[in-house]
């Protein structure tokens, strides 16, 4: 089993051994084109090093430890993150620009270097978060999880760790490098047996191994102990080892959120208990579900920094989540069914309007008759032509006379039901959320203007 450290296990770094080398490390080049500058940060697989190009940009390289360079599966899975970050291509993700080996057999990627700290150091240093600002970040998480589980990947790896927060308040998430990557199982694929991921933020389908069942309700329940631990500072199952959380995480449901902060409010505790639902088909759907549970009641609640945030809507769906029963009709459909409801009203109004001018034309010659039969001829001669189809009545330049009034009055009715149809239907269609920024399908890659782009010579 392969395993990520708990943000305990991160508190206290990983080993001196690898903190050595790391810092050793600084100095030299890698690629024969990039300074390492700094120790950024130590993992349990690969070191982040702040660097500098030789045309005298900045960036964050990655090397994977030496150790694990020769090893086959590790090695490519590493490669991998690139390709798995730049199919999500959301601006909330950190740009991957270049990876690949040098001739001391080093195996690095380079990313944009971030200035700022992440959720984790944020609440070893600080304690627990704000709730408007864990709101704020789950919003932007999921953001960029709606857009990732509609191109096929899930990232598997959602923690605080993971978050991090520039210095201009941007949030980033970090670390594809165990994605599952739809349609390239190669690159991402797991061995039957192994779990890969932090325990603590396991689903319990990972936990349990039951990789069968990881889709994006694993990255959803990801979010919820997210979310979890920085409002309570606390992991959503108490424990002493890793081993220990893994079989808490696969066997027993998760605690309450109110249990531990019962003073948060009903909705947001709701929300995340909703989404750390052991059984996955009470979990949210899909991360867009979420996403509104969370901004719909932040905005009423006057939570505005959280609910300012604005989800990208995707004109994609991933095939396996469906939509919250909430959304709207298609306006199409919407338009066609007025349509035809108006055109059936105007049928029955057209229908009676036909009886009632039948019936008064066999009074009017009737009462003529009675009160001046030398007239009746020349009575009926000027109210039939004026006993006209509605539309007619509806255009002529001619003064209707007093009979044809009467019998019009029906039909003016009917013909004007279409009318009120057609200002009121586009009320009834869904009005596109206005998106906050570019959506990531049409923006423009991080490397496109970048014409410092890891020249090889």
């Given at each position: 089993?392969?395993?990520?450290?708990t943000?305990?296990?991160?508190?206290?770094?990983?080993?001196?051994?690898?903190?050595h080398?790391?810092?050793?490390?600084?100095?030299?080049?890698?690629?024969?084109?990039?300074?390492?500058?700094?120790?950024?940060?130590?993992?349990?697989?690969?070191?982040?090093?702040?660097?500098?190009?030789?045309?005298?940009?900045?960036?964050?390289?990655?090397?994977?430890?030496?150790?694990?360079?020769?090893?086959?599966?590790?090695?490519?899975?590493?490669?991998?993150?690139?390709?798995?970050?730049?199919?999500?291509?959301h601006?909330?993700?950190?740009?991957?620009?270049?990876?690949?080996?040098?001739?001391?057999?080093?195996?690095?990627?380079?990313?944009?270097?971030?200035?700022?700290?992440?959720?984790?150091?944020?609440?070893?240093?600080?304690?627990?978060?704000?709730?408007?600002?864990?709101?704020?970040a789950?919003?932007?998480?999921?953001?960029?999880?709606?857009?990732?589980?509609?191109?096929g990947?899930?990232?598997?790896?959602?923690?605080?760790?993971?978050?991090?927060?520039?210095?201009?308040?941007?949030?980033?998430?970090?670390?594809?490098?165990?994605?599952?990557?739809?349609g390239?199982?190669g690159?991402?694929?797991?061995?039957?047996?192994?779990?890969?991921?932090?325990?603590?933020?396991?689903?319990?389908?990972?936990?349990?191994?039951?990789?069968?069942?990881?889709?994006?309700?694993?990255?959803?329940?990801?979010?919820?102990?997210?979310?979890?631990?920085l409002?309570?500072?606390?992991?959503?199952?108490?424990?002493?080892?890793?081993?220990?959380?893994?079989?808490?995480?696969?066997?027993?449901?998760?605690?309450?959120?109110?249990?531990?902060?019962?003073?948060?409010?009903?909705?947001?505790?709701?929300?995340?208990?909703?989404?750390?639902?052991?059984?996955?088909?009470?979990?949210?759907?899909?991360?867009?579900?979420?996403?509104?549970?969370?901004?719909?009641?932040?905005?009423?609640?006057?939570?505005?920094?959280?609910?300012?945030?604005?989800?990208?809507?995707?004109?994609?769906?991933?095939?396996?989540?469906?939509?919250?029963?909430?959304?709207?009709?298609?306006?199409?459909?919407l338009?066609?069914?007025?349509?035809?409801?108006?055109?059936?009203?105007?049928?029955?109004?057209?229908?009676?309007?036909?009886?009632?001018?039948?019936?008064?034309?066999?009074?009017?010659?009737?009462?003529?008759?009675?009160?001046?039969?030398?007239?009746?001829?020349?009575?009926?001669?000027?109210?039939?032509?004026?006993?006209?189809?509605?539309?007619?009545?509806?255009?002529?330049?001619?003064?209707?006379?007093?009979?044809?009034?009467?019998?019009?009055?029906?039909?003016?009715?009917?013909?004007?039901?279409?009318?009120?149809?057609?200002?009121?239907a586009?009320?009834s269609?869904?009005?596109?959320?206005?998106?906050?920024?570019p959506?990531?399908a049409?923006?423009?890659?991080?490397?496109?203007?970048?014409?410092?782009?890891?020249?090889?010579?």
């Amino acid at each position: 089993m392969e395993a990520r450290p708990t943000p305990a296990a991160d508190e206290g770094l990983i080993t001196n051994s690898y903190q050595h080398a790391a810092e050793a490390r600084v100095g030299s080049t890698v690629g024969g084109r990039l300074l390492l500058e700094s120790v950024i940060g130590v993992g349990g697989t690969a070191t982040v090093y702040a660097a500098r190009h030789r045309n005298g940009r900045a960036f964050a390289v990655k090397i994977l430890h030496p150790e694990y360079a020769h090893h086959p599966g590790i090695r490519q899975r590493f490669l991998a993150e690139g390709y798995a970050a730049n199919r999500v291509d959301h601006p909330d993700i950190v740009a991957v620009l270049d990876e690949g080996e040098d001739e001391t057999g080093t195996v690095f990627i380079v990313m944009e270097l971030l200035r700022g700290k992440s959720l984790l150091e944020l609440l070893i240093e600080r304690g627990t978060l704000p709730k408007e600002q864990v709101i704020s970040a789950a919003l932007r998480v999921l953001d960029v999880l709606a857009v990732a589980h509609d191109r096929g990947v899930v990232h598997r790896d959602i923690k605080p760790g993971n978050l991090f927060l520039t210095e201009d308040g941007a949030l980033k998430v970090l670390d594809f490098g165990i994605a599952r990557v739809e349609g390239n199982p190669g690159a991402f694929a797991t061995r039957p047996g192994t779990t890969l991921g932090t325990p603590a933020f396991m689903a319990p389908e990972l936990a349990a191994g039951r990789l069968d069942q990881l889709d994006a309700l694993t990255d959803v329940w990801a979010v919820g102990a997210t979310m979890f631990q920085l409002l309570t500072g606390e992991p959503v199952h108490p424990s002493q080892t890793d081993n220990e959380l893994l079989v808490l995480a696969a066997t027993r449901p998760a605690r309450s959120l109110a249990k531990v902060r019962p003073e948060l409010d009903p909705w947001l505790v709701a929300v995340v208990d909703r989404a750390l639902s052991f059984e996955r088909r009470k979990r949210w759907p899909n991360a867009r579900a979420m996403h509104a549970a969370l901004a719909d009641p932040a905005r009423r609640a006057g939570l505005s920094a959280a609910a300012a945030h604005t989800l990208l809507l995707s004109h994609e769906t991933a095939p396996e989540m469906e939509l919250p029963p909430s959304r709207p009709p298609p306006p199409g459909r919407l338009r066609s069914t007025l349509s035809w409801l108006a055109g059936l009203g105007l049928l029955v109004a057209g229908g009676a309007s036909v009886l009632v001018l039948q019936h008064r034309a066999v009074e009017a010659p009737a009462a003529s008759a009675t009160a001046a039969p030398s007239t009746s001829s020349a009575v009926m001669a000027s109210a039939a032509p004026r006993a006209m189809p509605t539309e007619q009545l509806g255009t002529s330049g001619a003064q209707p006379s007093v009979a044809a009034k009467v019998v019009a009055t029906p039909p003016l009715v009917a013909s004007a039901a279409p009318l009120p149809v057609d200002k009121r239907a586009p009320k009834s269609q869904a009005v596109p959320v206005k998106p906050a920024r570019p959506s990531p399908a049409s923006a423009v890659p991080a490397h496109a203007n970048n014409p410092l782009f890891f020249p090889t010579q």
